[in-house]
């Protein structure tokens, strides 16, 4: 998943990464930083701040940082 964050932010694509989520994958989003879209409830958004957020977390994980 960190590889397609990356991806979406190297591509400069502005705005907001939308994903339409089954239920049992739902709190795997959630965790990276996904937020619950009120008018559809299996979609999914992750803001730029958010994605930048998930990757600094992997790769202080990794001890890359």
């Known amino acids: 998943m960190s590889e397609i964050v990356q991806e979406i932010i190297d591509t400069e694509i502005e705005g907001l990464t ?5 239920d049992r994958a739902k709190e795997f989003y959630l965790d990276i930083g996904f937020q619950e879209n009120p008018d559809y409830p299996r979609e ?5 701040e958010a994605a930048l957020a998930f990757l600094e977390d992997q790769l202080h994980r990794r001890g890359e940082r």
């Open 18 to 22: 939308k994903v339409l989520s089954i």
């Open 44 to 48: 999914l958004i992750l803001t730029k």
